[in-house]
Nanobody, 116 residues
Framework: QVQLVESGGGLVQPGGSLRLSCAASGFTFSMYAMSWYRQAPGKERELVARITSIGGGTNYAGSVQGRFTISRDNAKNTVYLQMNSLKPEDTAVYYC?????????WGKGTLVTVSS
């Protein structure tokens, strides 16, 4: 069974950094693109970053481009989101996502709070 488990969230001051991790299991991780989404209270879930199966191609939301970096380690079945220069507007629950065999799979999320 496909399983995605996020970790690394927490409280950080504006301008600080965090690295989120998503451990994947139950599918051939290296064959699929992976994504990070986030959702703040009262707002729709939005795509933050996406990385191809090989890892050479990435896409970012305009609001995070230049500050966030998505990467993956296929040997560890893990995708990462390095978040730098964090802003209060980045506060949200961050979710790992993969589209496997026509089905979308999600982790339970990890909360990131940016506040002074």
């Amino acid at each position: 069974q496909v399983q995605l488990v996020e970790s690394g969230g927490g409280l950080v001051q504006p301008g600080g950094s965090l690295r989120l991790s998503c451990a994947a299991s139950g599918f051939t991780f290296s064959m699929y693109a992976m994504s990070w989404y986030r959702q703040a209270p009262g707002k729709e879930r939005e795509l933050v970053a996406r990385i191809t199966s090989i890892g050479g191609g990435t896409n970012y939301a305009g609001s995070v481009q230049g500050r966030f970096t998505i990467s993956r380690d296929n040997a560890k079945n893990t995708v990462y989101l390095q978040m730098n220069s964090l802003k209060p507007e980045d506060t949200a629950v961050y979710y790992c996502n993969s589209w496997v065999s026509g089905m979308g799979y999600w982790g339970k999320g990890t909360l990131v709070t940016v506040s002074s």
